[in-house]
């Protein structure tokens, strides 16, 4: 596939990095909404440059997943610790990762909030752009549970009901604020801006979980 956009890797990384940033800054707004005349005018190219590099408006935004799916790879899932015993401990360094991200790779974020709502809308094409990267998440991520100490947690909690409770929790408190960054005023995920506050409050959460479920 990526023979495909040898054209795009054989320019200038600059010139790469500012049309990455303007597409995908405009992909927040969904693949339907995104305008490719916005995109050309933010990164300083021709509309004709732009279908040169990538063919089409499809080909773009197959690229710019591709594109998100291995940064996350290299740097989230790569970094992260699946031998982490205590579970809550592993969620929260989760959630370092995923600040470092918000701050190296901004728009992306972004991007990848918007492309993960935009599955409702256009599942066939997300589904099968996403697919690889999924599975490999969630590879991960099951091998974090599975290495979790359950002697960590009280003597009169089902320790794998209360994991189940955790992820429960987690995964709501993500989609959740997810949810109402798609419904800010512009109608476009502000994720980064506001994660500094996200992973405070997170850790409050972390705190309270300890608080219930470990002696």
Request: charged fraction near 25%.
């Amino acid at each position: 596939m990526q023979e495909a956009y040898e054209k795009f890797h054989a320019i200038e990384e600059e010139k790469q990095q500012r049309i990455l940033s303007a597409a995908m800054a405009e992909f927040t707004k969904g693949y339907k909404q995104a305008s490719t005349d916005n995109i050309v005018r933010e990164a300083g190219i021709s509309k004709g440059l732009l279908f040169h590099y990538f063919g089409t408006k499809e080909g773009l935004y197959r690229y710019l997943v591709q594109h998100m799916a291995k940064t996350l790879q290299d740097d989230f899932i790569g970094l992260l610790n699946t031998t982490q015993p205590d579970i809550l401990e592993a969620i929260w360094q989760m959630s370092l990762l995923k600040h470092d991200i918000s701050k190296k790779h901004p728009a992306l974020f972004d991007f990848a909030t918007s492309a993960y709502l935009d599955q409702t809308k256009n599942p066939e094409l997300t589904n099968e752009l996403f697919g690889e990267f999924m599975t490999k998440r969630t590879q991960t991520l099951s091998a974090i549970y599975a290495n979790a100490d359950l002697t960590l947690f009280k003597e009169d909690i089902d320790p794998k009901k209360a994991i189940d409770i955790i992820n429960w929790a987690m995964q709501g408190y993500g989609d959740t604020k997810t949810t109402a960054a798609k419904i800010t005023p512009a109608g476009t995920p502000k994720i980064r801006e506001n994660y500094d506050s996200f992973l405070e409050e997170f850790k409050e959460y972390i705190t309270i979980l300890r608080a219930c479920f470990y002696s």
